[in-house]
Protein backbone atom coordinates (compact mmCIF):
# COMPACT_ATOMS: atom_id res chain seq x y z
CA UNK A 1 0.00 0.00 0.00
CA UNK A 2 1.65 3.33 -1.07
CA UNK A 3 2.46 5.26 1.76
CA UNK A 4 1.86 8.81 -0.04
CA UNK A 5 -1.54 9.32 -1.53
CA UNK A 6 -4.21 11.77 -2.77
CA UNK A 7 -7.72 12.30 -3.61
CA UNK A 8 -9.50 14.63 -6.33
CA UNK A 9 -13.35 14.85 -6.23
CA UNK A 10 -15.68 17.36 -7.61
CA UNK A 11 -16.42 20.44 -5.97
CA UNK A 12 -20.27 19.79 -5.82
CA UNK A 13 -22.07 16.24 -5.71
CA UNK A 14 -26.16 15.92 -5.35
CA UNK A 15 -27.82 12.49 -5.19
CA UNK A 16 -30.98 10.78 -4.33
CA UNK A 17 -34.81 10.75 -5.35
CA UNK A 18 -34.71 14.41 -7.39
CA UNK A 19 -31.31 15.47 -7.01
CA UNK A 20 -31.46 16.60 -10.85
CA UNK A 21 -33.82 19.68 -9.27
CA UNK A 22 -30.25 21.12 -7.85
CA UNK A 23 -29.64 22.05 -11.40
CA UNK A 24 -31.20 25.44 -10.62
CA UNK A 25 -28.70 26.10 -8.23
CA UNK A 26 -25.67 25.16 -9.83
CA UNK A 27 -26.46 27.28 -13.70
CA UNK A 28 -29.43 30.09 -12.25
CA UNK A 29 -27.91 33.36 -13.50
CA UNK A 30 -24.99 31.98 -13.80
CA UNK A 31 -24.20 31.08 -17.48
CA UNK A 32 -25.01 32.66 -20.73
CA UNK A 33 -25.13 29.73 -22.96
CA UNK A 34 -25.05 26.02 -22.09
CA UNK A 35 -24.36 22.99 -24.32
CA UNK A 36 -25.82 19.72 -23.39
CA UNK A 37 -23.92 17.16 -24.53
CA UNK A 38 -26.18 13.71 -24.87
CA UNK A 39 -27.20 11.07 -26.92
CA UNK A 40 -30.05 10.35 -29.12
CA UNK A 41 -31.22 7.26 -27.28
CA UNK A 42 -31.30 9.44 -24.04
CA UNK A 43 -32.37 12.09 -25.98
CA UNK A 44 -35.59 9.94 -26.15
CA UNK A 45 -35.67 9.42 -22.33
CA UNK A 46 -37.75 11.34 -19.84
CA UNK A 47 -34.65 12.61 -17.90
CA UNK A 48 -33.64 14.90 -20.94
CA UNK A 49 -36.97 16.38 -21.04
CA UNK A 50 -36.55 17.36 -17.37
CA UNK A 51 -33.22 18.82 -17.42
CA UNK A 52 -34.60 21.15 -20.67
CA UNK A 53 -37.07 22.10 -18.97
CA UNK A 54 -35.03 22.98 -15.83
CA UNK A 55 -33.10 25.20 -18.09
CA UNK A 56 -35.95 26.74 -19.93
CA UNK A 57 -37.07 27.92 -16.35
CA UNK A 58 -33.68 29.05 -15.66
CA UNK A 59 -33.59 31.31 -18.76
CA UNK A 60 -30.58 29.81 -19.88
CA UNK A 61 -30.13 29.30 -24.11
CA UNK A 62 -29.24 25.80 -25.04
CA UNK A 63 -27.43 24.18 -27.95
CA UNK A 64 -27.16 20.14 -27.75
CA UNK A 65 -24.97 17.96 -29.21
CA UNK A 66 -26.93 14.80 -29.44
CA UNK A 67 -24.69 12.93 -32.30
CA UNK A 68 -22.10 11.67 -29.51
CA UNK A 69 -21.46 8.08 -31.02
CA UNK A 70 -21.00 5.06 -28.03
CA UNK A 71 -17.57 4.26 -27.25
CA UNK A 72 -15.74 7.25 -30.07
CA UNK A 73 -12.38 7.24 -31.57
CA UNK A 74 -10.44 10.14 -31.04
CA UNK A 75 -11.49 11.56 -34.31
CA UNK A 76 -15.12 11.74 -33.42
CA UNK A 77 -14.26 12.90 -29.68
CA UNK A 78 -12.29 15.82 -31.76
CA UNK A 79 -15.64 16.67 -34.26
CA UNK A 80 -17.63 16.88 -31.24
CA UNK A 81 -15.07 19.49 -29.95
CA UNK A 82 -14.77 21.57 -32.94
CA UNK A 83 -18.79 22.08 -33.32
CA UNK A 84 -18.70 22.78 -29.78
CA UNK A 85 -16.06 25.38 -29.66
CA UNK A 86 -18.32 27.09 -32.95
CA UNK A 87 -21.02 27.55 -30.13
CA UNK A 88 -19.09 30.14 -27.47
CA UNK A 89 -21.15 28.35 -24.55
CA UNK A 90 -19.81 28.77 -21.07
CA UNK A 91 -20.75 25.67 -19.43
CA UNK A 92 -21.61 21.98 -20.10
CA UNK A 93 -24.01 19.57 -19.13
CA UNK A 94 -22.80 16.04 -19.87
CA UNK A 95 -25.98 13.42 -19.83
CA UNK A 96 -25.54 10.14 -20.50
CA UNK A 97 -23.42 7.01 -20.15
CA UNK A 98 -19.09 7.17 -19.79
CA UNK A 99 -18.87 7.81 -24.22
CA UNK A 100 -20.81 11.38 -23.30
CA UNK A 101 -19.10 12.61 -20.18
CA UNK A 102 -15.80 11.56 -22.08
CA UNK A 103 -15.92 13.16 -24.61
CA UNK A 104 -17.47 16.76 -22.82
CA UNK A 105 -14.82 16.55 -20.26
CA UNK A 106 -12.03 16.55 -23.43
CA UNK A 107 -14.33 19.51 -24.98
CA UNK A 108 -13.94 21.57 -21.47
CA UNK A 109 -10.03 21.30 -21.51
CA UNK A 110 -9.70 21.49 -25.58
CA UNK A 111 -11.54 24.44 -26.81
CA UNK A 112 -9.77 26.83 -27.46
CA UNK A 113 -8.31 25.77 -30.25
CA UNK A 114 -4.17 25.30 -28.90
CA UNK A 115 -4.53 21.88 -29.00
CA UNK A 116 -6.97 19.05 -29.92
CA UNK A 117 -7.63 15.15 -28.78
CA UNK A 118 -4.65 13.76 -30.86
CA UNK A 119 -2.50 16.14 -28.79
CA UNK A 120 -3.37 15.17 -25.49
CA UNK A 121 -3.34 11.22 -26.49
CA UNK A 122 0.73 11.98 -26.24
CA UNK A 123 0.60 14.66 -23.25
CA UNK A 124 -2.43 14.84 -21.49
CA UNK A 125 -1.39 17.12 -18.98
CA UNK A 126 -1.10 19.98 -21.68
CA UNK A 127 -5.25 20.56 -21.14
CA UNK A 128 -6.67 22.90 -18.80
CA UNK A 129 -10.00 23.78 -17.80
CA UNK A 130 -11.85 26.23 -20.15
CA UNK A 131 -15.40 25.60 -19.71
CA UNK A 132 -16.83 24.09 -16.18
CA UNK A 133 -18.64 20.88 -16.98
CA UNK A 134 -21.47 19.51 -15.31
CA UNK A 135 -22.18 15.60 -15.37
CA UNK A 136 -25.67 13.57 -14.93
CA UNK A 137 -24.72 10.00 -15.67
CA UNK A 138 -27.70 7.73 -17.24
CA UNK A 139 -25.81 4.23 -16.39
CA UNK A 140 -24.26 3.11 -13.31
CA UNK A 141 -21.03 1.71 -14.14
CA UNK A 142 -18.62 3.64 -15.94
CA UNK A 143 -17.93 6.22 -13.13
CA UNK A 144 -16.98 9.13 -15.23
CA UNK A 145 -18.32 11.41 -13.79
CA UNK A 146 -15.66 11.11 -11.05
CA UNK A 147 -12.74 10.49 -12.60
CA UNK A 148 -10.07 12.95 -14.53
CA UNK A 149 -9.96 10.26 -17.70
CA UNK A 150 -11.25 10.11 -20.84
CA UNK A 151 -11.18 7.11 -22.47
CA UNK A 152 -11.32 6.81 -26.59
CA UNK A 153 -10.68 4.72 -29.34
CA UNK A 154 -7.43 4.81 -31.24
CA UNK A 155 -7.47 2.78 -34.25
CA UNK A 156 -4.23 2.74 -35.67
CA UNK A 157 -3.49 1.41 -32.36
CA UNK A 158 -6.54 -1.00 -32.16
CA UNK A 159 -6.50 0.05 -28.92
CA UNK A 160 -8.51 2.24 -26.24
CA UNK A 161 -6.54 4.82 -24.68
CA UNK A 162 -6.97 6.53 -21.64
CA UNK A 163 -6.22 10.75 -21.59
CA UNK A 164 -5.72 11.51 -17.92
CA UNK A 165 -5.77 15.08 -16.60
CA UNK A 166 -7.05 16.44 -13.29
CA UNK A 167 -8.16 19.21 -14.77
CA UNK A 168 -11.28 16.96 -15.98
CA UNK A 169 -12.62 16.19 -12.75
CA UNK A 170 -16.12 18.00 -12.88
CA UNK A 171 -17.56 20.59 -11.55
CA UNK A 172 -20.77 19.25 -10.03
CA UNK A 173 -22.05 15.72 -10.57
CA UNK A 174 -26.07 15.05 -10.00
CA UNK A 175 -26.53 11.02 -9.47
CA UNK A 176 -30.24 10.94 -9.18
CA UNK A 177 -31.93 7.27 -10.24
CA UNK A 178 -34.53 8.58 -12.24
CA UNK A 179 -32.36 8.95 -15.10
CA UNK A 180 -31.42 4.95 -15.35
CA UNK A 181 -35.43 4.16 -15.44
CA UNK A 182 -35.46 2.82 -18.95
CA UNK A 183 -31.99 1.66 -19.13
CA UNK A 184 -32.09 -1.60 -20.45
CA UNK A 185 -31.14 -4.57 -19.09
CA UNK A 186 -28.19 -5.73 -20.90
CA UNK A 187 -26.51 -1.98 -20.29
CA UNK A 188 -27.22 -1.97 -16.89
CA UNK A 189 -26.04 -5.05 -16.27
CA UNK A 190 -22.78 -4.70 -17.70
CA UNK A 191 -22.22 -1.05 -16.56
CA UNK A 192 -22.86 -2.59 -13.37
CA UNK A 193 -20.04 -5.37 -13.69
CA UNK A 194 -17.71 -2.38 -14.81
CA UNK A 195 -18.32 -0.60 -11.57
CA UNK A 196 -18.27 -3.88 -9.74
CA UNK A 197 -14.22 -4.42 -11.64
CA UNK A 198 -13.56 -0.93 -10.85
CA UNK A 199 -13.98 -1.72 -6.99
CA UNK A 200 -12.45 -4.69 -6.82
CA UNK A 201 -9.31 -3.87 -9.13
CA UNK A 202 -8.77 -0.84 -6.93
CA UNK A 203 -8.82 -2.45 -3.78
CA UNK A 204 -6.20 -4.77 -5.19
CA UNK A 205 -3.98 -2.67 -6.80
CA UNK A 206 -0.43 -1.36 -6.05
CA UNK A 207 -1.49 2.12 -5.58
CA UNK A 208 -4.69 0.63 -3.20
CA UNK A 209 -4.19 3.26 -0.01
CA UNK A 210 -6.52 4.25 2.70
CA UNK A 211 -8.86 6.93 0.52
CA UNK A 212 -9.09 4.39 -2.48
CA UNK A 213 -10.06 1.27 -0.16
CA UNK A 214 -12.39 3.39 1.82
CA UNK A 215 -14.49 4.27 -1.50
CA UNK A 216 -13.86 1.01 -3.49
CA UNK A 217 -14.90 -1.28 -0.57
CA UNK A 218 -18.39 0.91 -0.09
CA UNK A 219 -19.07 0.86 -3.48
CA UNK A 220 -18.42 -3.29 -3.98
CA UNK A 221 -21.27 -3.17 -0.64
CA UNK A 222 -23.64 -1.20 -2.48
CA UNK A 223 -22.78 -3.14 -5.96
CA UNK A 224 -23.24 -6.35 -4.52
CA UNK A 225 -26.44 -5.66 -2.45
CA UNK A 226 -28.40 -3.73 -5.49
CA UNK A 227 -26.88 -4.66 -8.58
CA UNK A 228 -29.73 -7.32 -9.53
CA UNK A 229 -32.46 -5.73 -8.64
CA UNK A 230 -31.33 -2.28 -9.91
CA UNK A 231 -30.92 -4.21 -13.34
CA UNK A 232 -33.78 -6.52 -13.44
CA UNK A 233 -36.38 -4.10 -11.88
CA UNK A 234 -37.43 -0.66 -13.66
CA UNK A 235 -39.39 0.44 -10.61
CA UNK A 236 -36.25 -0.31 -8.28
CA UNK A 237 -35.46 3.44 -8.09
CA UNK A 238 -33.59 3.19 -4.40
CA UNK A 239 -31.60 0.15 -6.06
CA UNK A 240 -30.87 2.49 -8.81
CA UNK A 241 -29.64 4.86 -6.85
CA UNK A 242 -27.34 3.01 -4.97
CA UNK A 243 -25.88 1.60 -7.88
CA UNK A 244 -24.98 5.47 -8.98
CA UNK A 245 -23.42 6.11 -5.84
CA UNK A 246 -21.28 2.62 -6.25
CA UNK A 247 -20.42 3.71 -9.59
CA UNK A 248 -19.11 6.87 -8.34
CA UNK A 249 -17.50 5.78 -5.03
CA UNK A 250 -15.61 3.59 -7.61
CA UNK A 251 -14.90 6.20 -9.79
CA UNK A 252 -13.49 7.82 -6.74
CA UNK A 253 -11.34 5.12 -5.97
CA UNK A 254 -10.22 5.20 -8.99
CA UNK A 255 -8.37 8.79 -9.18
CA UNK A 256 -6.74 7.73 -5.84
CA UNK A 257 -5.75 4.43 -6.78
CA UNK A 258 -6.14 2.51 -10.28
CA UNK A 259 -7.68 -0.11 -12.45
CA UNK A 260 -5.26 -3.35 -13.21
CA UNK A 261 -5.03 -6.09 -15.70
CA UNK A 262 -8.44 -6.79 -15.96
CA UNK A 263 -8.75 -3.19 -17.53
CA UNK A 264 -5.42 -3.41 -19.60
CA UNK A 265 -6.36 -6.54 -21.22
CA UNK A 266 -9.99 -5.32 -21.99
CA UNK A 267 -8.86 -2.54 -24.26
CA UNK A 268 -7.69 -3.96 -27.04
CA UNK A 269 -11.18 -6.21 -27.08
CA UNK A 270 -13.23 -2.72 -27.47
CA UNK A 271 -9.84 -1.02 -30.20
CA UNK A 272 -10.40 -3.71 -32.37
CA UNK A 273 -13.49 -5.54 -32.34
CA UNK A 274 -15.73 -2.64 -30.65
CA UNK A 275 -16.85 -4.96 -27.86
CA UNK A 276 -18.86 -2.53 -25.03
CA UNK A 277 -16.53 -1.89 -22.42
CA UNK A 278 -18.75 -2.97 -19.93
CA UNK A 279 -18.89 -6.46 -22.06
CA UNK A 280 -15.03 -6.86 -22.19
CA UNK A 281 -14.36 -6.14 -18.91
CA UNK A 282 -16.68 -9.03 -17.94
CA UNK A 283 -15.03 -11.33 -20.07
CA UNK A 284 -11.84 -10.82 -18.48
CA UNK A 285 -12.66 -9.93 -14.77
CA UNK A 286 -13.14 -13.49 -13.11
CA UNK A 287 -9.83 -15.35 -15.60
CA UNK A 288 -7.59 -12.13 -14.39
CA UNK A 289 -9.59 -12.25 -10.67
CA UNK A 290 -8.21 -15.83 -10.59
CA UNK A 291 -4.77 -15.33 -11.87
CA UNK A 292 -4.63 -12.71 -9.11
CA UNK A 293 -5.99 -14.60 -6.33
CA UNK A 294 -2.66 -16.35 -4.88
CA UNK A 295 -1.11 -12.46 -4.74
CA UNK A 296 -4.25 -10.98 -3.79
CA UNK A 297 -5.37 -12.91 -0.99
CA UNK A 298 -5.72 -10.88 2.05
CA UNK A 299 -7.58 -8.72 0.17
CA UNK A 300 -10.23 -10.91 -1.46
CA UNK A 301 -10.46 -12.16 1.77
CA UNK A 302 -11.13 -8.93 3.37
CA UNK A 303 -14.03 -8.04 0.66
CA UNK A 304 -15.41 -11.15 1.50
CA UNK A 305 -16.03 -10.55 5.33
CA UNK A 306 -17.32 -6.99 4.62
CA UNK A 307 -19.43 -7.81 1.76
CA UNK A 308 -20.46 -11.26 1.28
CA UNK A 309 -19.62 -12.60 5.25
CA UNK A 310 -21.94 -16.12 4.37
CA UNK A 311 -19.87 -18.26 6.55
CA UNK A 312 -17.34 -18.06 9.24
CA UNK A 313 -13.97 -19.49 10.28
CA UNK A 314 -13.12 -19.87 6.61
CA UNK A 315 -9.26 -19.23 5.73
CA UNK A 316 -8.50 -16.84 3.38
CA UNK A 317 -8.65 -19.08 0.20
CA UNK A 318 -11.56 -20.42 1.43
CA UNK A 319 -12.68 -16.82 1.60
CA UNK A 320 -11.02 -15.70 -1.74
CA UNK A 321 -13.08 -18.96 -4.16
CA UNK A 322 -16.61 -18.20 -2.30
CA UNK A 323 -15.61 -14.18 -3.18
CA UNK A 324 -14.64 -15.67 -7.37
CA UNK A 325 -18.27 -17.57 -7.16
CA UNK A 326 -20.42 -14.94 -6.16
CA UNK A 327 -19.15 -12.96 -8.84
CA UNK A 328 -19.31 -15.68 -11.38
CA UNK A 329 -23.24 -16.36 -10.00
CA UNK A 330 -23.85 -12.26 -10.23
CA UNK A 331 -22.34 -12.21 -14.34
CA UNK A 332 -24.09 -15.38 -15.24
CA UNK A 333 -27.87 -14.22 -13.36
CA UNK A 334 -27.54 -10.86 -15.55
CA UNK A 335 -26.49 -12.56 -18.47
CA UNK A 336 -23.68 -10.77 -19.10
CA UNK A 337 -21.90 -12.57 -22.45
CA UNK A 338 -18.78 -13.86 -21.47
CA UNK A 339 -17.28 -15.52 -24.45
CA UNK A 340 -15.27 -14.13 -26.90
CA UNK A 341 -16.18 -16.39 -30.11
CA UNK A 342 -19.76 -14.74 -30.33
CA UNK A 343 -18.16 -11.85 -31.62
CA UNK A 344 -15.67 -13.38 -33.73
CA UNK A 345 -12.79 -13.24 -32.01
CA UNK A 346 -10.54 -16.53 -32.59
CA UNK A 347 -7.19 -18.01 -31.87
CA UNK A 348 -5.91 -16.07 -34.53
CA UNK A 349 -6.05 -13.19 -33.53
CA UNK A 350 -4.64 -14.13 -30.07
CA UNK A 351 -1.14 -13.28 -30.61
CA UNK A 352 -2.30 -9.67 -31.94
CA UNK A 353 -4.51 -9.04 -28.28
CA UNK A 354 -1.58 -10.35 -26.32
CA UNK A 355 0.51 -7.71 -27.99
CA UNK A 356 -1.66 -4.69 -27.89
CA UNK A 357 -2.87 -5.72 -24.81
CA UNK A 358 0.52 -5.85 -22.81
CA UNK A 359 0.94 -2.32 -24.44
CA UNK A 360 -1.43 -1.06 -21.34
CA UNK A 361 1.14 -0.78 -19.34
CA UNK A 362 0.14 2.68 -17.50
CA UNK A 363 -3.03 -0.24 -16.08
CA UNK A 364 -0.68 -3.53 -16.10
CA UNK A 365 1.96 -1.59 -13.32
CA UNK A 366 -0.64 -1.99 -10.81
CA UNK A 367 -2.09 -5.70 -10.96
CA UNK A 368 -0.19 -7.39 -7.94
CA UNK A 369 1.08 -10.07 -10.34
CA UNK A 370 3.09 -9.30 -12.79
CA UNK A 371 1.23 -10.39 -16.25
CA UNK A 372 3.67 -11.78 -18.72
CA UNK A 373 3.14 -12.87 -22.59
CA UNK A 374 2.29 -16.19 -21.25
CA UNK A 375 -0.20 -15.22 -18.87
CA UNK A 376 -2.01 -12.86 -21.01
CA UNK A 377 -2.21 -15.62 -23.84
CA UNK A 378 -3.55 -17.65 -21.13
CA UNK A 379 -6.11 -15.14 -19.95
CA UNK A 380 -7.12 -14.56 -23.58
CA UNK A 381 -7.51 -18.18 -24.66
CA UNK A 382 -9.75 -18.45 -21.22
CA UNK A 383 -12.18 -15.92 -22.24
CA UNK A 384 -12.32 -17.63 -26.11
CA UNK A 385 -13.68 -20.70 -24.06
CA UNK A 386 -15.90 -19.55 -22.21
CA UNK A 387 -19.84 -20.50 -22.24
CA UNK A 388 -22.30 -17.67 -22.36
Not at 175 to 195: F, N, Q, Y
Not at 211 to 223: D, G
Request: net charge negative; with cysteine; charged share 25%.
Amino acid sequence: MLNEYSLMMPEKIYSGNNSLEKLKLLVMDKYKKVAVFTDRGIRGSGIVDTLFDILEECKIPIVVFDELPSEPTWMEAQKTVDAFKEESADCIIAIGGGSVMDVAKLASIASSGEYGVKELLEDPLRGVKQVPAILIPTTAGTGSEATPNSIVTVPEKNLKIGIVNPAMIADAVILDGRALIGLPKKIAASTGIDALAHGIECYTSNKANPFSNMFAMEALKLIFNNIIPACERQDAVEEKNNMLLAAFYAGVAITASGTTAVHALSYPLGGRYHIPHGVSNAMMLLPVLKYNKEACLKEFSEIYDEVIKKEQGLSQEEKADLLLIEIDTIIKRLEVPLSLKAYGVSKSDLEALVHDGLEVKRLLVNNKRTVTEEAARMLYLEAMEAEG
